[in-house]
Structures are given as structure tokens and as C-alpha cells.
């Protein structure tokens, strides 16, 4: 019986034991396949998140940031305890005892998942665990990743310490609000940094891992606060916090920045403007999308805080000045349902959610608003982010006397008398406050809108091309095509420096006579006839009363004698063009350019011919802060010393290029001087310093133009429709870029001052009439006298005129000051009167105006 008892136990043990060898060889034989062809864990050792590039401005403020995933990196030593306890109470409270996994858990789970029939699958994956799903393994629910996310953990966690791992952990994970890692999401949902947030802001985070969109501060309040609260009581339980401290933590209210309770860290950005969305353009260029929107990068941006925004509104005043000249009203052509306008909480929600511009401060902050009613000969509105007020706010009659509304025939209806002639109720639109210039007092709301003319605005440093201010358009959210780098546009008179630079450096002279008489060119397209603005001739005229007052035709004859292709190298040399085509229309600006380019070109005048590379970017340094990008080049070996001696400054060595002689450079300095003083900027500018520029108008005013520049800064501006189309006969670049240079160079001239343009050596000054060029005594003096700046060693020769090869009509008077190219006419009166040419082909394309 004994022995019967004996083999029956022992046939238990043995099929047990047979059992359990193959249910061990089974596990092996799985875990043994599936370790197989399993991705190097050994990589993460090295791993570095995708994280912000971030922008700072010169003085060192943030002012943007881009990223595909909102990450700040933050390393395990800079991660306060309080917030590893809080992740780990909530989501893996073995961490540091188990060894990649949790067989507890998995087993706890797994009970849980039989007991409720698979309704309540609940997951076991440790820290470790999540940490290889993230990196390294798909998220779907399937055994097999459950046995591959398991290989390796157990292998992680012989390669890596406890701390790394949390690392990667920590700054991996996703804590919704597009927030990558606590770092980042501490400041998504607080504003604060980590070692700022309390136990209980601390839990909030731990408590979103599990499903973020499930955990919503505002939607899923009553949820979130729960979990928050369950995070505090295990780490009570676990003995990272005290009773005490749990029973103060867990009566805290859940505050966020969603709800209200805190400032968004978005506050403390500006916009996003055309300065930072072109250094995003450009960088993403020089080091690829995906390095610039993950890498980390710390980029020092070039601009100047306080000359940016006066740069905006420079631009921005203008076009709204020639928009309402205009005097059309198109509005936002965004509505919202009358349905929706029953209540107050109804209609900011619907506001809200449309899509209008919000960065514009003109004069005063624009706000996006609502019509809410029209009666009693006013608008009243509600208005974004501003309180209601008794009586509501409204828009008064008068405030839209200065408009007419396009009807549906296309035709424009009469002057508003009342806003009901311009507006309908749910219509969204653009205010403003007006105020009193003495106090700033309000006055009333008064109604505005996008202009649908255009333009660009950038002013730089003469000496390293640092771009300080940079303007794209009037509004960047409602249109963030960059009108500064992007357009192409007609220069007009404004490239005419270029062919007189080449001029000068081909053996002419400031008093050189060129032929002011009329041309004709034959072309595939026809007879041109180019013709100067004022349609006159003015006879044998030196160089600088030339480009003091844009003659086109002394341009074009100067142009044929020097050569369109010795033209289009100099082009090509100051960057204004990649290859000019060249055909006598280019000497007078037909061919495109963007307004960067011309700017940069300008400075190379201004600071004696010597090479810039324009840059919004002082400095690039990696996540690591090592530096990948400088734009100053110069040497300075003094700057490795130690010490100076008392009063000495380091010496900078410039190595830059030299594109133009400085004679050359001044001379060519001094005439555009001469335009800003009596040509044709006379007027439009007028500043405490020396100024030297040169205006364009494109025919039909398409386009318009002014470049200018100081000792040390230069600035231009262009204006046109993004369709080109003309912007009316009064339309000059002195009367329309001249104010916005003006405005911004009055401001800039405060800060960075200005002098004396710096006369190069091996010349010397000679008089000369400025009308005939004709040589006076160093005595005269006079409005027709100038101190023309010549080379030593080359005798002036004065009296010998060009004509660029031309043929002259035997009838044009060349001692006239100027002969009219008019007719005389008899008008519906009966009267006699003289008027100018019909426009030709020739004088359609003829490139540049003033």
C-alpha cells in the first residue's frame, strides 16, 4: 500500500515537474524568438530628445520658439525628488526594487482582467517598461509587444542606472496641451519651473501619463481631481510626503493655466512676426527642418527690441494711411450666426474661434469684434478681451464717414453716412480705441481693416549687415508671406546707383556731362521711347544732378557708353542680382529683386565698398551650448589675451571683401547725399545727420521705393499691391516710403547716432557748378555750388559730353535748362492748353520713374 501511495505521489511530482519544465522551456522557446532581431537597447544610452529651438533677441529676451514635440530637456540631477516621487507613486511604485518589470503587478492585472471578463484592463508596464514602449516598441495592445517590452526592460536595466532611465522616462512622456516631459508641461500648466511646483501641482502632472485627454483640467475637472488625489495618497502611503502634508495638499483647489488661474507662459512671447518666421525659414535651410525643430537650438537673433516695433508701425501707419485715402471698406469677410449672439458668453465663445488678425498695435491695440446690433445710427459691438460696459460699446456714425462699400455689381456705393451702410449684424470686425494725444483719454471705438496694399521694411547695420528691425507686410497673422525677403519687385530708380557706381569706377566723374536728350530703341516689341518723369529734356547735365533729380535718359545713355554687362557685374557683385539680363530697360530697374537684397547693396555705399552678408542671426549654439554658427568673423588674437594694458582695446582685424574702391564709394555717397538734400527725397526726409539715399517709382507706380542710409545704419522701404497694379498718379517712393524711413530713422538716429560720412584718403575737393559742371574757385559759394571729391593723380577733364552713342534730334535746344516734350491743345472751353505725350510702349516699360 505504502509503495502504491509512494508511486502515485511520485507520478504527481514527476508530471509536475515534466509540467513546469515544459511550461519553463515554453516561456524560454517565447522569450527566446522573440529576443530575437529586438532593437539596441544600447542606444538610448545616447539618446537625445527632440527639444525647442528657441530665438532671443539681442539683449537677450526670448522671443520665440519652435517645435514638432514641446520638450525642455531636463537633466536627473536638475529634476526635483518631489516630482520623480509623484511619477513613480502613480505609475510604478517598485521602481527602484524591481528589476524591468513587475510580476506582482503583471499578476494583479491579469486577475483583474479575468475576474471582470476584460472590462477592466488595467495596465502592469513599469517605468522601465514605458520607457522601451515610447523609444523602441509600437503602443498597440498585444501580447507580443507585452513580451518584447519585457526582454528589454530586463536588458535595460543592466545597462542603464535607475536615474537614467527615469530621465528618459521624465522628459519623454506625454503630458497633453502638446507638452513633451515635465519640464515643459510645468510651465504648460502652471507657468513655473520644477523645483517651483508644490506636491499637489506635482500630482496633477503624474496623473496625466495614463491618458491626457481623459485627465482635461477644464473638460474632465471633477476626473483629474480625483486621479491628483489618488497620486497624494500613495505617496503618503509610499512616505514621500508626511499626514500632514497630505491632508493640506489634498484640500488644495486644481488650478492651471487652462482654467484661468495662472498666466500662460505665452504671454511673456510677442507674436510670432516676420522677423522670427524668417529665421526659421532660413535656418531650417542651413541645417534642416528636423535639426532646427528638434534640436535644441539656442539662436541669437540680430534684432533690436526697441527699434522693431517702431519699424512695424513705421510701415504699418502708411499703408493704413494710403488704405483709407482710398476710402473702400472690405472688412474681415468673417460672420458669425445671429443665433449666437443672444448672450454674451455666446458670442466671446464665437469670436474666439475666428480666425482674424490679433497683432496689430497701430496707434492702440486692434481687437477682433462683433456687430451685435445696428440702430439709433451706430454699430454696437462686443468686443474680444474687453469687459461690456452700461450701454454696450458701439461705433458712432461719424466713424465711418471716410468709406464706401463695393456692392455686388461690383461698383462702389455712396459715402457711409451710418455704420448700417457698412455693416450687418454677426459681422466680425477690426477696432481700435481712439485716443487723446495730450493724456491718452479714450474717446471712442473707431472702426479699422487690413489694408490690401503691402510693402517691406529692413534696416541694418552698415558695418556687419546685422538685420535690427524687419517688417514683411502690415500684419503677419494675416498674411505671413514675407514681403521683405520673399517678393520679388521692380527697384525702378532705386538700382540707378549701380550703373553710376560702374560709371565712376570706369574713368568718369561727379561732374561729368552726359546728354539729357531723347532716345529710341529698336525692339523685338516695337520703337522704346524711354522718357524722365516730368517728360523734359534737359540737355548736357553732370552725373550728379543726374541722380540727384532720376533723369532716366541720361541713365540709359550712361548705361550704353559703360555697358549693360559692366552694369550687371556690379549687380551681380553687390548681391543685387544672381544675373542681370542685360538690356538698357534693366539700367532703370525693370528686372526683380526683394527689398533684403537692396539694403544689403545700399550698405556696401555706406561703409566704402566693402563686402556684407546681411544676417538675423548673431550666434547659433547646439543643445549642448556649443557654438555651430557665428556670423562675425573678424580676428581679434588680442581677444585671447588675459589681460590689456590700462585704455587699450582689443584690435579687430576686418577681413572682408572689398567690392567697390572707397573713393568711388564716397563720391557715389556724396550724389545720393545730394538727393536727399535738393532732389528728389527733398522733403520727404530730414534728419539731424547726414542722409544719402535714393528713391524708386516702377511705371504706373506699381511700385515705390526709398533706400537710404547714415554713417551707420541703412534702411529702405517698398510699397505695391501682391498683384502688382498701380498705386495711383500721386504715388512716389518720397512721398510714400519716404515718412516710413523717416519715422524709423528719427528713432534710430537717437540710439545709434550718426555723423559725417568718412572721406577716404588720396583725393581732394574741387567746386564745380552743379547745373553745367563747369570748374569754379575754391571761393565760391551758392545753391548751384558743390565740392566735388576727386582722385589725386587724375587731372578732371570738364566740358567733354557723352551721349551714349545716341543720335540726337538736330532741334533740341542743348543751352535750355529743359525743353517740353508737350503739345498744345484746345480744350472743351475753347482755352488753349499744353499737354504732355500719350503713354508709348516704350515709356510703359521703361523700368524706373523717381
Known sequence: MFRLILSFFGGIFTTLTMSIGMVALTIGAVFWMYGRDLPSHESLAQYTPPTISRIYSGQGRLIDEFAKERRLFAPANTIPPLI??????????????????????IGAAAVDAVRTRGKDVRGASTITQQVMKNFLLSGDRRAERKVKEIILAARLEETLPKEKILELYLNEIFLGQNSYGVAAASQTYFNKTLGELAPHEAAFLASLPKAPSDYHPVRQKERLLSRRNFVLREMKENGYI????????????????????????????????????????????????GEFFTGGLTVRATIDNEMQPIAAQSLQLQLEQYDRGIGIYRGTGKKIATEKLTSEADWREALSDVRVPRDVDL??????AVVLNLENGAARIGIEGVDEVEGGHSIPAKDVQWARKRLENGKLGPRAQ??????????????????????????????????????????????????IAMQGGFSYQASVFNRATQAKRQPGSSFKPFVYAAALDSGYTPATIVVDAPIEINTPQGMWRPRNSSNKFYGPTPLRTGIEQSRNLMTIRLAQEVGMNTVGDYAERFGVYDNLSPVLANALGSQETTLYQMVSAYAMFANGGERVQPTLVDRVQDRYGRTVYKHDQRICNDCQLETLAPGVGPRIISNRERVMDPITAYQLTSMMKGVVDRGTARGAVNLPVPIAGKTGTTNDAKDVWFVGFSSNIVAGCYIGFDNPRSLGRGAYGAGMCGPVFQRFMSEAIQKYGGGPFEVPPGGRFIKIDRFSGARLSDSASGSNVVAEYFRDGEEPLFGITFDGGFAMGADLPLVNESSSGAREVTTSTGKKARVGPKASFGSINSGGLY
Open 84 to 105: 520623480k516621487q509623484a511619477f513613480i507613486s502613480a505609475e510604478d511604485k517598485n521602481f527602484y526594487i524591481h528589476e524591468g518589470y513587475d510580476l506582482r503587478g
Open 242 to 289: 508626511t499626514a500632514a502634508a497630505y491632508d493640506t495638499e489634498v484640500a488644495q483647489p486644481l488650478r492651471s493655466v487652462q482654467n484661468g488661474d495662472f498666466e500662460s507662459f505665452k504671454a511673456e512671447l510677442p507674436p510670432r512676426d516676420y522677423f522670427t518666421d524668417e529665421i526659421r525659414r532660413q535656418l531650417s535651410e542651413n541645417f534642416g527642418e
Open 363 to 368: 496707434e492702440n491695440q486692434w481687437y477682433p
Open 418 to 467: 451710418v455704420p448700417a451702410d457698412l455693416l450687418e449684424v454677426g459681422d466680425v470686425v477690426l477696432v481700435r480705441r481712439m485716443t487723446t494725444d495730450s493724456d491718452g483719454s479714450f474717446i471712442r471705438w473707431t472702426l479699422r481693416q487690413i489694408p490690401e496694399v503691402q510693402g517691406g521694411f529692413v534696416a541694418m547695420d552698415v558695418n556687419t549687415g546685422r538685420v
